[in-house]
């Protein structure tokens, strides 16, 4: 939980301030567009003050941002009318149009400042993170960075930065023998009091340990959905690997502080929190696959996840723009446009083995090999910068919108591994 400091319960909620002229001799504070990066978390600092001065000619809102890094509001900045805030050092103050969409911030400093709204905006900068070739330690860092501001775009920092995982309170409601494997019906904490159900088979002759794989089922997929007519789940649990899947296709939050695609992210993580504590699962071999929606998943989940060694993302991958139109818009979250495209988030996989399959039946305004092939020249060049440009794959294959499952099989058993 956030520290918050007695200095913060002191500050003014008035708007006493309002109307008051900005002092000339006050030193003006940076703006920071909202498309150069988001605004950090607040840090505790002395005592100062901001006098905003809304050069624009419309209202806009202003917001605190929280020592956890969600918003506080604190009314409206009128147009041509300076507002003095009393505030602390160190302290984030977005300012957004009065619909919501955050346009920029400032942060106080120990002396009291000016922070100049401009009175033309910049039109937003889409891709302003995008990934550029440089050094190694570059690369790194990139990646380091944008998996932060992806988490907090995600509203989902806190869960991410935990330092012990929350428990996850496992219970299984049923077992199933299924020939090779056994089929568990099991429930976990996603987080405290949220729980959620899943689908675990582990292997019957078992001895050693196995790779594991996380199957992701696509739109209005369900747990089960990877299993059903002898699916690749089914197959992966034939061959020797555990395997877990989860419903992730839900288009709602369940916790209002969230956001949807954070969710879906964050059971898969729990999913793979289950498969680390398991005695049969090597924690070193574990992988994530799904086709669609699964494929876009499997995507963060490797993104975001380092425990992820091996990614197969069929039927996704593509560029922003394609998306805008003729599909749901499930994939599009505020903030994100401005920072990434699929490119970049799939960039975050490398140097681990990632494939993408694409089919050449694909429908013309869907995932179509063209598109794919464009986007993985975004993604190419972080995998040779770290070394390891053979760890990308890509499959053009004969299908539509599917798994190509020999493909899947060769590539998983190349990474993965089978039992140890
Ligand atoms: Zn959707």
Redesign the pocket.
Known sequence: MARIPSILLSLSLSLSGQGKAAPQSLEPVPWHPLATGLPPATIPGPPTSLTFDNQTTRTLKLFWVKYNGTLKAYGLLQAGAPREQQTTANSCWMVAETSGKPLGYFQATPRPGRAIVPARLPVPVLRSRKYTPGTRQEAILWQKNMRGSLARLMKMEDLVAQDTPLPLNPTTSSSEDRGKFILHEMEIDSTPGNRIKLVLTVPKAVTGTCPAVVAIAG?SGTRHSCYQDRGFATLLAEKGYVTISTRISQ?SVREQQRTMMGERLWDLMRCVDLLASRREVDPARIGCAGNS?GGEMAMWLAAMDERIAATMSAGFLTRMDQLEENH?R?WKFPGLRELVEFSDIYALTAPRPLMCQNGLQERPTWFTVPLAREALAGIRPIYEVLGAPENLEFVAHEGGHVIQIPSLLAFLGKHLGPEQ
């Open positions: 739109h288009h929606l749901c499930c």
